[in-house]
């Protein structure tokens, strides 16, 4: 049976690919510390477990509008006023099964055969994957790290083509943690309106922040920015909320209409409970968002201290998320391995340590290690990565 072209060329996520061997390993009992996920290891809130039963119990578990109930987007249209003073209406803005369905849904609405996104690379694996699948060009413009991997205006105007339609912005970033300033993204945001280029801004690690530089989301610049930018958004990192699966869009309503109308016939609608899970979850005290985020920032900076003793290894420090991305080539040269990928199946081996290979990020010499995990778990895993180095 003879599979469609579309999936053909698609390449599977590095990082479940590692998180699913590593699990495998410990399915056999061995001592796996894995460095790969992409989740808060906390569990969610209980406020927002406890107003999951309550929708239960009231009957909340039917069918709902495609974009999401009245509650839940009026939630999100509070937090974009209180957060960005941005104000969208309620026709503006889409609820999905995570912020992963509303990037995959922008590109099926926006993209025809042959049409370009500018992505900067280091990147989420899944966005070039996402435009590939709409028949989209994923256009990857490299960066570098002594501009702490941020695209340089210049650099996007060189790239543009009459076929350009998007520019992706991921601040802060997964896999840098890296975040733009307002002025980078004044700067950007400018091409992009030369142009006609609609910017896509993936915004979901906005709350996780440990440096004194505020989040600024490119919509808030000017009204011809926010006309021109669809935010994605959702509840997963910064409430622990990754299964629940519940992200948002907002955008022009043209944009958001057409990405309910796919919905409509492919997911119907976002799952009823975890609906009104995260109309709570928008709602919480931010002093629960900060305790999480209090533990993150010990263990970036445990983890960033104890990465940077291991020889061969270099990082720039990051501002968001919970990543670190190092440069690992020289370490990889002098073990005497060929890649980083090979590299890393070694140390997954012989030391038991999951790490992601940063070819998947569009960034070969370098790696993506999660400090989403236990202290005592981040101390091991670093003793054991410089252990590998040092004993090759």
Known sequence: MELANRVKTITPSST??????????????????????????????VQIRDAAVEAMQAGHTKYTPTGGISELITAVQNKFQQDHQL?????????????????????????????????????????PEQVKLAQGVPVILDTAEENEFKLQPEDLEKAISSKTKALIINSP????????????????GEVCLKYGIVIISDEIYEKLIYSDQPHVSIASLSPELKKQTVIINGVSKTYAMTGWRIGYAAGDEKII??????????????????????????????????????IFAERLELFYRLIGEIPGIHCVK??????????????VEKNGFDSVDAWVTAILEEEKVALVPG????????????YALSIEDIKEAAKRIKRFVENH
Do not use: C
Not at 181 to 187: A, D, G, S, W
Not at 270 to 286: N, T, W
């Open 318 to 331: 990051p501002k968001g998320a919970f990543y670190l991305f190092p440069n690992v080539s020289e370490a």
């Open 16 to 45: 479940l690919a590692i998180t699913a061997k590593a699990n495998e390993l410990k399915k056999q009992g061995y001592d796996i510390i894995g460095l790969g996920a992409g989740e808060p290891d906390f569990n969610t809130p």
């Open 359 to 370: 070819s998947g990020f569009g960034a070969p010499d370098y790696v993506r290690v999660s």
């Open 257 to 294: 209409k057409a990405m309910k109308n796919v919905a409509s016939h492919s997911t119907s609608n976002p799952v009823s409970i975890a609906q009104y899970a995260s109309v709570a979850a928008l709602s919480l005290d931010e002093n629960e968002v900060t305790k999480m985020k209090d």
């Open 87 to 127: 104000s969208y209406n309620k026709n503006e803005i889409i609820v999905t099964l995570g912020a992963k369905h509303a990037l995959y849904s922008v590109f099926q609405v926006l993209l025809n055969e042959g049409d370009e996104v500018i992505i900067p690379a280091p990147y989420w694996v899944s966005y």
């Open 173 to 188: 970033s997964n896999p840098t943690g890296m975040m733009y300033t307002e002025e980078e993204l004044r700067k950007l």
